[in-house]
């Protein structure tokens, strides 16, 4: 258990839709990232905050969009949702923003979209 | 953009046979991380290096960081069932603003 948590597990919806997958970091951990995870593309990291702020942006496209609250806990809404938007997501923490880092990975949202 | 490249995608051993993945970056790295994935589980941290020429051991597991800090390689002595999953290096730089680019992994498999 890596102490980081992430909701919901499973998540099964309809194109066009939008969705919200929540994250809670470890204990102490300022930073916050995502990533997805599909079968042909590893994993893509999408977007880092830190203390509430956005710290790095990697491939997220215009329809994703995610903010972490004062409580530190992060949220990644999905909308206009395409079939190739399912992929398992997660969410990591580290506990400063640099990138020696380690982060530790939730176990994930699965996203299936029909 | 910078990228990491990661070789093989795939590799199938016998148990007791060596295996080595290898990562390579288009861009000098500030430091290199390895996570492994079981199946079905999330990313675990496995080992980071951060200096020209790094090597580091971890039981039958030894990491190499290139002394150029443009590649890296995992080396798994006799492996065993257990060592299944998907490794992934990712390459960091110090420039702000910037984030952990991950490899696409390897993923090993163990016949007995």
Known sequence: DSGVTQTPKHLITATGQRVTLRCSPRSGDLSVYWYQQSLDQGLQFLIQYYNGEERAKGNILERFSAQQFPDLHSELNLSSLELGDSALYFCASSVGSRATDTQYFGPGTRLTVL | ?112
Not at chain 2, 29 to 56: A, C, D, M, T
Not at chain 2, 61 to 66: E, H, K, N, V
Not at chain 2, 69 to 92: E, M, P, R, W
């Open chain 2, 1 to 112: 953009g910078q990228q990491v490249m990661q070789i093989p995608q795939y590799q199938h051993v016998q148990e007791g046979e060596d295996f080595t993945t290898y990562c390579n970056s288009s861009t000098t790295l500030s430091n290199i991380q390895w996570y492994k994935q079981r199946p079905g589980g999330h990313p675990v941290f496995l080992i980071q290096l951060v200096k020209s020429g790094e090597v580091k051991k971890q039981k039958r597991l030894t990491f190499q960081f290139g002394e150029a800090k443009k590649n890296s390689s995992l080396h798994i002595t006799a492996t065993q069932t257990t060592d299944v999953g998907t490794y992934f290096c990712a390459g960091g730089k110090r420039e702000a603003g910037t984030a952990l680019i991950f490899g696409k992994g390897t993923t090993l498999s163990v016949s007995s």
